[in-house]
């Protein structure tokens, strides 16, 4: 079992949607989560980190983590074609030595 | 721009060479993650240093090599490339253990 699952998409979606992306992980120690978004053969980008259970905001995007299921989702508001891109969500496992990828998921937000 | 600078930016070399990556870290930040990435596959981690002390290792080959500095940055050594080394190199730093990581725009390796 993959230490952290991530459904690969495509997703396509059309402008103004709210978008979903969701990661699962295997071992209830993990306790940081970051989401990134890369763009094609670009470096990823942070776009959001958070330790603790519920949400958290930062403009459109809203980060969730439920530790009880282990399953943490990214929200996109009023997605833009702009926000096309591959979205990895990233735990840090083994006392923050070792960040470990989803394997992202890619979205495409159509006019 | 994240402050992480990663040179060179492209790389062609031949099969058999031995080529070096250099990672520059955000000012004072500790740690630094190497990371490959091939075409259409997810991030793969290679290896991890905290203040120039080698911290965790993931899949990285014996033929790859890394270490980091006292001024912190660090360098990727690849060496007897193979066709199947061609790939994007990333290198991340975070200031201490389980903080934000923020990624360089990568090395683009090509072995011919």
Redesign the interface.
């Known amino acids: 079992q993959k230490e952290v699952e991530q459904d690969p998409g495509p997703l396509s979606v059309p402008e103004g949607a709210i978008v979903s992306l969701n990661c699962t992980y295997s071992n209830s120690a993990f306790q940081y989560f970051m989401w990134y978004r890369q763009y094609s053969r670009k470096g990823p980008e942070l776009l959001m980190y958070t330790y603790s259970s519920g949400n958290k905001e930062d403009g459109r995007f809203t980060a969730q983590v439920d530790k009880s299921s282990k399953y943490i989702s990214l929200f996109i508001r009023d997605s833009q074609p702009s926000d096309s891109a591959t979205y990895l969500c990233a735990i840090f496992t083994g006392g923050g030595n070792k960040l470990t990828f989803g394997t992202g998921t890619q979205l495409k937000v159509e006019l | 721009d ?1 402050g ?1 600078t990663q040179t060179p930016k492209h790389l062609i070399t031949a099969t058999g060479q031995r080529v070096t990556l250099r990672c520059s870290p955000r000012s004072g930040d500790l ?1 630094v ?1 190497w ?1 490959q990435q091939s075409l259409d596959q ?2 793969q ?1 290679l290896i ?1 240093y ?1 203040n120039g002390e080698e ?2 290792k ?1 899949n990285i080959l014996e033929r790859f090599s890394a270490q980091q500095f006292p001024d912190l940055h660090s360098e990727l050594n690849l060496s007897s490339l193979e066709l199947g080394d061609s790939a ?1 190199y ?1 290198c ?1 730093s975070s200031s ?11 090395t ?1 390796l090509t072995v011919v």
């Open positions: 994240s992480v740690s993650y990371y997810g991030l981690f991890q905290y911290r965790a993931g994007l990333f991340a201490t253990l389980n903080t934000e990581a923020f990624f360089g725009q990568g683009r």
